[in-house]
């Protein structure tokens, strides 16, 4: 499928319109909640720069549209294990294993967790995207909530896009670290790689804050809590990265294997056995959409993460 390109300049009677409304108006092929999630996702340009869809224009910029279409693929239902959490009959929690991608796409038409929750669920072939809301890269496990109601879905994205969604991640990171701290630092495409985001300016990056604290220090690893204040893309991996401390197994930002001077046989073994980001989302918070209850889930760190923590445990305290 060809590339979507648009460079056009904004009309002068567009003053004082947000930047979605107009583009709805001056691209009437598309949908406004498409053009939306282009300029959130950094797809759409004002004056070379990204912009929030509520930035307000003045008439006369330069605004660009530039979408590599995903091939359509058809979702079907697959009968394919979910560990579910929570059910009623506006939503689903589930814990997502590592290796599940979550949207079907190019190169994963099948196999998915959309997949599963059409076979789990038919009728979540009436919402969008088959009721998820939010989404955990392929090879990060834990949490995730699902809308089953057009009623919780609207209010899930909300409360989404508002952050009242509290969601805690654990991981391990490389070098050990003093305290904790706050990543406050934006976010976007990365200018060469489409495949990863980067830490940008102001005018090429969304906002992204991720508060971490220390949980155990090894001789040349931390497990580090990670809490969520905006939810980008990449977030928690890229902003570790950005501080010198990349996720243990990330392939997009981790860079080579180092393993620690004299490492014990088990913890080289384990290092080297790892090939995924350590990075799991261990609670979800949030006020039922419907019912308005307090909701607060928790799941246990996966097998993989626990033996990657254990031998790195053991070598410390062989060292120590």
Request: proline letters at 6%; hydrophobic letters at 40%.
């Amino acid at each position: 499928m060809n590339e979507i390109h648009h460079r056009v300049e904004v009309p002068l009677e567009a003053a004082g319109r947000r930047l979605d409304q107009a583009l709805a108006a001056m691209f009437p092929d598309y949908s406004r909640s498409r053009l939306t999630a282009w300029i959130r996702d950094g797809l759409v340009t004002l004056d070379e720069a990204t912009v929030a869809p509520k930035h307000l224009l003045h008439g006369g910029e330069v605004v660009e549209i530039r979408v590599q279409p995903e091939p359509e693929v058809e979702m079907l239902p697959q009968a394919i294990e979910l560990d579910v959490r929570y059910r009623d009959e506006h939503l689903l929690v589930i814990n997502k294993p590592a290796g599940l991608v979550v949207h079907p796409g190019a190169g994963n038409a099948s196999g998915t967790l959309q997949n599963a929750l059409l076979h789990l669920d038919p009728e979540l072939a009436h919402l969008p995207r088959a009721g998820i809301v939010h989404r955990l890269d392929k090879d990060t496990s834990g949490l995730m909530v699902i809308a089953r109601s057009l009623a919780a879905h609207t209010k899930l994205v909300d409360m989404l896009s508002r952050h009242d969604v509290h969601r805690q991640y654990e991981a391990v990171v490389r070098a050990p670290m003093v305290a904790g701290g706050t990543v406050d630092a934006p976010l976007g495409r990365h200018p060469v790689d489409r495949l990863r985001q980067a830490v940008r300016d102001e005018r090429n990056g969304k906002r992204a804050v991720t508060h971490y604290r220390l949980r155990e220090r090894f001789r040349a690893h931390t497990v580090v809590q990670c809490q969520l204040e905006t939810g980008r893309t990449h977030q928690i991996r890229v902003h570790m990265a950005h501080i010198g401390h990349p996720l243990v197994g990330d392939p997009l930002y981790g860079g080579h294997l180092r393993l620690p001077r004299s490492a014990t046989p088990a913890l080289v073994d384990t290092l080297q056995g790892f090939r995924r980001q350590a990075l799991h989302a261990e609670q979800l918070a949030f006020e039922h959409p419907v019912s308005g209850e307090a909701m607060h889930f928790e799941v246990q760190r996966p097998d993989d993460m626990s033996a990657l923590i254990n031998a790195l445990r053991a070598d410390h305290e062989q060292h120590a």
